[in-house]
């Protein structure tokens, strides 16, 4: 992350970096989520507590103590572990949430599921073939799309099940968690989560033309495509780098943006439908 942003991102921000190891090798391969998470659980809680302990230990004065470390905001998705690392050193501790509610409110569900006996409690599985619902305000889910699904790698869907219950149980000690979304788009969700502060749409850089610390190379392939089209026309639907959509779900979702009659923009990963060949469309891909 440190790397990967610009000079002038660097001397502009208000945010100090520092590089803590997450145990791989240069020539470990990166893509093996399963080997990450195991290697970052297993290395990295002990160097941010040495980094915490360091940085509070040399300071000296009054003058300094603004750079004291009082506090933790931990990525959900990668740093669920520091909200136990900031216990043990007794500071604040925060989530953040990178994603939309409704998946995490899910996952903070599931002890009433596992008690419920609606799914297993070593990775998640329904224990029948019954759609899941935990609340009126959550669409219910068949089994194969509850959030810690991993079709046909069960060793990483284990893993990811087992991160969003030790979610789910340390919420007690996370005073507050913020959440990329905004509270007129998902009031009813948020209302079912505890101490929740949507703080989204949160943008890449607050200046325009700058991504920090962005790890994918521009695509300017619709650059073109777009210049073309009246300012303010283009619907732009996006599914992150971990979606993949049915054939079903592409179909409809492309059947509804060409009824729409406007042109529109798709970005999706890995997804090999031929979308961008339909009237007044542009689809950009990226893959690992």
């Known amino acids: 992350m440190v790397a990967a942003l610009s000079v002038e991102a660097v001397a502009q921000s208000w945010v100090r970096l520092a590089a803590i190891p997450d145990g791989l090798d240069t020539e470990d391969d990166r893509s093996d989520l399963v080997k990450v998470i195991e290697s970052v659980e297993r290395v990295m809680p002990g160097h941010l507590n040495g980094l915490i302990e360091k940085g509070n230990s ?5 003058e300094d ?3 004291q470390i009082t506090c933790v905001i931990a990525d959900i998705t990668l740093g669920w572990w520091a909200i136990e690392v900031a216990e043990k050193t007794g ?3 925060i989530l953040f949430c990178p994603f939309g509610p409704e998946n995490l409110a899910l996952g903070l569900h599931i002890p009433k599921l596992i008690e419920a006996k609606i799914i297993n409690s070593t990775d998640g599985s329904p224990l029948n073939d019954e759609l899941i619902c935990v609340s009126k305000e959550i669409q219910m889910l068949s089994s194969n799309r509850l959030p810690w699904s991993c079709p046909g790698d069960p060793k990483l869907q284990e893993i990811v099940f087992r991160i969003l219950l ?3 149980q340390t919420m007690d000690f996370s005073k507050r968690l913020l959440c990329n979304s905004v509270y007129e788009l998902d009031s009813s969700v948020c209302q079912l989560i505890p101490n929740m502060l949507p703080i989204g749409p949160l943008l890449a850089s607050n200046r325009l033309g700058h991504y920090s610390g962005n790890f994918w190379p521009d695509d300017l392939t619709c650059i073109s495509w777009l210049n073309e089209q009246p ?3 283009v619907i732009y639907a996006a599914f992150g780098s971990i979606a993949i959509l049915s054939q079903h779900q592409f179909n409809e979702l492309a059947l509804g943006l060409e009824l729409a009659g406007r042109p529109f923009l798709c970005g999706f990963f890995d997804q090999t439908s031929p979308m961008d060949q339909l009237l007044n469309s542009q689809m950009v891909l990226w893959k690992e």
């Open 58 to 62: 040399t300071i000296s004065n009054d």
């Open 65 to 67: 103590e603004h750079m």
């Open 91 to 93: 500071i604040q501790a």
């Open 166 to 168: 030790t979610i789910a």
């Open 231 to 233: 300012a303010g026309s």
